[in-house]
């Protein structure tokens, strides 16, 4: 029997959701599982993250899409067609059946702020592959998305270091 | 300059806590840091980390000590000896000075049911070699520890599949 496949939504404005989403997906690889994993604001590829994914790069493939969604952006709406275009790209890797995980991550701004429609991202997920894990990052999460969701882990920021005025740090924050 | 090394706490009844910490050190570990993983709870050899970690075994050391502290033990005062070795442990390799990062995972527990003494650990992470991360993970994390540390995010569950009469799955949960 196949398993079922859940969606998770790791959200909250606390530190560790794309963490967890990375840990996940590398114990997913760990098992010899094919995860993709979309990352749909951070643009860099610069990130410890990217090397760690390296040694896996016969179980994990690792998208950073179109130009990457800034807050800082020059240009907001070729920001937008860029992160709609990413949205027609994991729809495609959500239905073609090559994966036991599908990471979103940091895809709830482009609901938050209706980018991209939200009646077809939820028509997506129902219509997913019965036996395809998806798992969601960011903050905010909306409403039906959480409805939705088999599980739901809100990150909660009890205390953070820039509070305290310590500046990321290499290794841990990215 | 070095890095100020910062204690971090991933609690909270939610998941999410030691896969975060599992990112996070393969994060590292992607920077080519060095990182030692202590697990003080689970104590099978069998879940995907163990084969992920295994692709890092040039940064990451990996160690799940004694018997392990399980909830549904045939013999408690083992364990609990067992669990007071594992801590002599992690003090050596705290105080090593070979590592970027050390992750006490699902140490709390250790310290909620009075396993070890919390004057002995506040005062080894105080001491702690000054660029050192110490990443801790557990439910119930101590006041006192919650106070000493830098970063605190609690993993709270929204939403959880056992709710749902879902059973556990392979390279999501273990």
Redesign the interface.
């Known amino acids: 029997m196949k398993?079922?496949g859940?969606i998770?939504?790791?959200?909250?404005n606390?530190?560790?959701?794309?963490?967890?989403?990375?840990?996940?997906t590398?114990?997913?690889?760990?098992?010899?599982?094919r995860t993709c994993f979309i990352q749909f604001i951070k643009g860099s590829w610069k990130?410890?993250?990217?090397?760690?994914?390296?040694?896996?790069h016969k179980e994990i493939d690792f998208h950073v899409t179109g130009r990457g969604f800034t807050w800082k952006s020059d240009d907001l709406e070729k920001d937008k067609a860029a992160a709609r275009k990413a949205w027609e790209k994991a729809k495609k890797v959500i239905q073609s059946g090559e994966y036991?995980?599908v990471v979103l991550d940091e895809f709830t701004y482009l609901l938050r702020y209706d980018i991209i429609d939200k009646e077809d991202v939820l028509e997506v997920l129902r219509g997913k592959p019965a036996d395809l894990?998806i798992c969601i990052t960011g903050r905010e999460a909306l409403g039906e998305l959480?409805e939705l969701?088999?599980?739901?882990?809100?990150?909660?920021?009890?205390?953070?270091?820039y509070q305290?005025g310590?500046k990321a740090?290499?290794?841990?924050e990215?």
């Open positions: 398993e079922k859940l998770l939504i790791f959200t909250g606390g530190k560790g959701k794309t963490t967890a989403a990375l840990g996940m590398m114990r997913a690889a760990g098992h010899g599982m990130y410890g993250e990217m090397e760690a994914m390296a040694r896996f036991h995980t894990h959480i969701a088999d599980l739901v882990t809100e990150m909660k920021p009890i205390k953070h270091p305290k310590v740090q290499k290794g841990i990215f």
